[in-house]
């Protein structure tokens, strides 16, 4: 039977795996590989070495110190979330301007071919 602590590790290293592959692929920009490839070495060190969670949450104080990883984890995706909306919304406010640009160059475009018009 495998043991929690390997299945751990061995899901980090699938991640990690998984996330070079995409970036090699160009399927995932680099600067969301640098995100997501520290949270699978975690993944997997925490997996095989769980005294490590032991000791950081005896440290902070937490009486349950398997429930880090998820205080960890829920925090980490908040604000992943956040960052993703914030990205939204940025790209949303450059699109809004390019097509507003587009309109006024659309614009400039067909006065100018009036004005031709009517000269001629």
Same mark, same amino acid.
């Given at each position: 039977?495998?043991?929690?602590?390997?299945?751990?590790?061995?899901?980090?290293?699938?991640?990690?795996?998984?996330?070079?592959?995409?970036?090699?692929?160009?399927?995932?920009?680099?600067?969301?590989?640098?995100?997501?490839?520290?949270?699978?070495?975690?993944?997997?060190?925490?997996?095989?070495?769980?005294?490590?969670?032991?000791?950081?949450?005896?440290?902070?104080?937490?009486?349950?110190?398997?429930?880090?990883?998820?205080?960890?984890?829920?925090?980490?995706?908040?604000?992943?979330?956040?960052?993703?909306?914030?990205?939204?919304? /940025?790209?949303? /406010?450059?699109?809004?301007?390019?097509?507003? /640009?587009?309109?006024?160059?659309?614009?400039?475009?067909?006065?100018? /071919?009036?004005?031709?018009?009517?000269?001629?």
């Amino acid at each position: 039977m495998i043991s929690y602590q390997w299945a751990s590790a061995g899901i980090g290293i699938i991640i990690a795996g998984t996330i070079l592959l995409l970036v090699m692929r160009d399927r995932l920009h680099s600067r969301y590989a640098l995100w997501w490839l520290p949270v699978a070495v975690i993944i997997c060190v925490l997996g095989i070495s769980p005294d490590i969670n032991n000791a950081i949450g005896s440290t902070l104080g937490i009486s349950y110190p398997p429930v880090l990883p998820l205080i960890v984890a829920s925090v980490l995706m908040i604000v992943k979330i956040l960052l993703m909306d914030l990205n939204a919304s /940025r790209m949303e /406010r450059v699109l809004q301007r390019l097509v507003q /640009r587009i309109a006024i160059l659309e614009s400039d475009s067909d006065e100018r /071919r009036d004005r031709r018009r009517v000269v001629d």
